[in-house]
T-cell receptor, first 114, second 115 residues
Framework: AQSVTQPDIHITVSEGASLELRCNYS??????LFWYVQSPGQGLQLLLK??????LVQGIKGFEAEFKRSQSSFNLRKPSVHWSDAAEYFC????????????FGKGTLLTVNP | SQTIHQWPATLVQPVGSPLSLECTVE??????LYWYRQAAGRGLQLLFY??????ISSEVPQNLSASRPQDRQFILSSKKLLLSDSGFYLC??????????????FGPGTRLTVL
């Protein structure tokens, strides 16, 4: 079965600084990978997804993520963080034969200092 | 366009009382539907999913049940709530088919507090 690890529970950055959120997955083949964002008390919104092809994917709100098969990683990046990016971020993996399911990491809470 | 609704937004219930949370989707047909529970620091736990009317799969044995009486309606229920049922409940939908590439779209959630 697939699994997802987000090693950082909480990250604090200053507004305007760059951001990288880590995600490692465990799966025997090429997975389907997703990043979601959740503002406090809200549902989850899809930021970006990777299925195949170009390993650098662009998403909404200026986010991008890079799939690295050799490292089993799918890290989320943003060159310059805005105060409105403060939220919780979830990485998720879907796999062939997973029977409609996504497996989510436990999330990384991002705090942005002015 | 598709939209997903959940209600109520917040709910405070005593231990031992029944529960009914409702989720409806508009603008699509025969979606896959999902119920998740989110507890602080524990990510999202998939509770149930449904690929069609009357078809429910349970992921975690527990005090809860789910039903899908109509194509775009998904209900989460309990006969007697436990303290441990407190949490944030999220409904989600995806396009039909066993295609894990299909992203899931989430509703706004219901905050349940059991006292």
């Amino acid at each position: 079965a697939q699994s997802v690890t987000q090693p950082d529970i909480h990250i604090t950055v200053s507004e305007g600084a760059s951001l990288e959120l880590r995600c490692n997955y465990s799966y025997g083949a090429t997975p389907y990978l997703f990043w979601y964002v959740q503002s406090p008390g809200q549902g989850l919104q899809l930021l970006l997804k990777y299925f195949s092809g170009d390993t650098l994917v662009q998403g909404i709100k200026g986010f991008e993520a890079e799939f690295k098969r050799s490292q089993s990683s799918f890290n989320l990046r943003k060159p310059s963080v805005h105060w409105s990016d403060a939220a919780e971020y979830f990485c998720a993996v879907g796999a062939r034969g997973s029977n409609y399911k996504l497996t989510f990491g436990k999330g990384t809470l991002l705090t942005v200092n002015p | 366009s598709q939209t997903i609704h959940q209600w109520p937004a917040t709910l405070v219930q005593p231990v031992g009382s029944p529960l009914s949370l409702e989720c409806t989707v508009e603008g699509t047909s025969n979606p896959n539907l999902y119920w998740y529970r989110q507890a602080a620091g524990r990510g999202l736990q998939l509770l149930f999913y449904s690929v069609g009317i009357g078809q429910i799969s349970s992921e975690v044995p527990q005090n809860l049940s789910a039903s899908r009486p109509q194509d775009r309606q998904f209900i989460l229920s309990s006969k007697k709530l436990l303290l441990s049922d407190s949490g944030f409940y999220l409904c989600a939908w995806s396009l039909p088919g066993q295609v894990p590439r299909n992203e899931q779209f989430f509703g706004p959630g219901t905050r349940l507090t059991v006292l």
